[in-house]
């Protein structure tokens, strides 16, 4: 009995050395889960605290700023030889500012009220090119008097495939209509702008592919009459030099 006795205490004392290990591996494991958790926490609290310690130089302000601030930043890349190398324009630009170009011609003027809110760096492309008289004594090289119904102009060499040297990002294109005394980029596929840009004297059904960045509201006749006369249909017919030849002496621009 005295043996039996001793084997059964010797058991329950077996058995409650493994509790007590189970119970401190058990209180082990909770003790780096608790770490781990409170190592979480901290991190995040660090992210969230950075986020918004640095909200006021550019992180949650920094949204507020840019959707609220009129300056936007444009990338105005390098892209073929430059027609007439003037540089390029500044990477920033203010859309607040309203402009009016008036593109002086031999056969008289047309004043066009430009979408700078809308099409930014467009626009800042086509002030830039002005000042630096990019513009002046170029030929309008294209008319169609078939849909699209446009003059084209904007190169200097007058072939179609003269440009400033750089290329820009397509604008205002969500539901973009090329309505009568729509002023628009050319392009010669998307985010390819350059100089060129066409001035619609109807109402044409072009796909909205083309950075809509001004509207005629003077002289839109001149380009009619223009178109009247008549291509040399050297492009197909409907499509070729204007019969009456245009030619842009210069380009002013004015703050309204």
Do not use: W
């Not at 630096?132 to 170029?138: L, Q, S, V």
């Not at 060499?157 to 397509?170: A, D, E, L, R, V």
């Not at 109402?203 to 223009?226: C, D, H, M, R």
């Amino acid at each position: 009995m005295t043996g039996k006795k001793e084997r059964q205490r010797k058991l329950a004392r077996e058995r409650m050395l493994r509790q007590q290990q189970r119970r401190s591996r058990r209180a082990h494991h909770a003790r780096r889960i608790t770490i781990v958790a409170v190592i979480c926490v901290v991190v995040v609290g660090l992210g969230v605290g950075g986020f918004f310690a640095f909200g006021g130089l550019g992180g949650s302000n920094a949204a507020t700023v840019s959707s609220t601030s009129s300056v936007t930043t444009c990338n105005y890349a390098a892209s073929g030889t430059a027609a007439r190398n003037v540089g390029r324009p500044p990477a920033k630009a203010d859309g607040k500012t309203v402009y009016q170009a008036t593109i002086h011609t031999n056969r008289g003027d047309v004043v066009i009220n430009l979408l700078n809110s809308k099409a930014t760096c467009t626009v800042n492309s086509f002030v830039y090119l002005a000042a630096k008289k990019y513009f002046n004594n170029t030929r309008c090289h294209r008319l169609t008097t078939i849909d699209p119904f446009v003059l084209q102009c904007g190169d200097p060499t007058g072939t179609g495939s003269g440009g400033p040297g750089y290329k820009f990002n397509n604008e205002n294109l969500a539901g973009a209509k090329y309505t009568e005394g729509t002023v628009a980029m050319a392009n010669s596929g998307a985010n390819t702008n350059g100089s060129q840009f066409f001035i619609v004297y109807k109402n044409s059904t072009l796909a909205p592919s083309y950075t809509p960045f001004g509207e005629v509201v003077k002289g839109l006749g001149i380009i009619q009459n223009v178109a009247k006369a008549g291509s040399d249909n050297a492009n197909g017919s409907g499509d070729g030099h204007p019969k009456e030849k245009v030619v842009i002496e210069s380009v002013t621009i004015k703050k309204t």
